[in-house]
């Protein structure tokens, strides 16, 4: 089993950053892949990013490209998203998780892809 632990959630004006982090424990030798996304009320989970642990390639929603950035640290087994020029529409909880085996094209945005999950972070953004 594996366990995921996030934090860094909260509220930040319109304009501000945070920077979440998701720590992840257990049989973590399976790690290939982590993943962001997020779910709004009354709105189906929502990829954000994710990035593959071998190399560090990271791949983005359109919605978040050029203000989020994801990052890991393999000695923590830790994956970071670091979110920029926030905006209202961001304002949801945020989940991290991990995939056994690394998606490939179109399969990083959905979560069946992605077998373990954080319990989620909320995030708000007021304007």
């Known amino acids: 089993q594996v366990q995921l632990v996030e934090s860094g959630g909260g509220l930040v004006e319109a304009g501000g950053s945070l920077r979440l982090s998701c720590a992840a424990s257990g049989r973590t030798f399976s790690l290939s892949a982590m993943g962001w996304f997020r779910q709004a009320p009354g709105n189906e989970r929502e990829f954000v990013g994710g990035?593959?642990?071998?190399?560090?390639?990271?791949y983005y929603a359109d919605s978040v490209k050029g203000r989020f950035t994801i990052f890991r640290d393999k000695a923590k087994n830790t994956v970071y998203l670091q979110m920029n020029s926030l905006k209202p529409e961001d304002t949801a909880v945020y989940y991290c998780?991990?995939?056994?085996?690394?998606?490939?094209?179109?399969?990083?945005?959905?979560?069946?892809?992605?077998?373990?999950w954080g319990q989620g972070t909320q995030v708000t953004v007021s304007s």
């Open positions: 990035i593959r642990w071998s190399d560090g390639n990271a």
């Open positions: 998780a991990l995939a056994k085996y690394t998606p490939y094209g179109s399969r990083w945005t959905v979560p069946p892809a992605y077998d373990y």
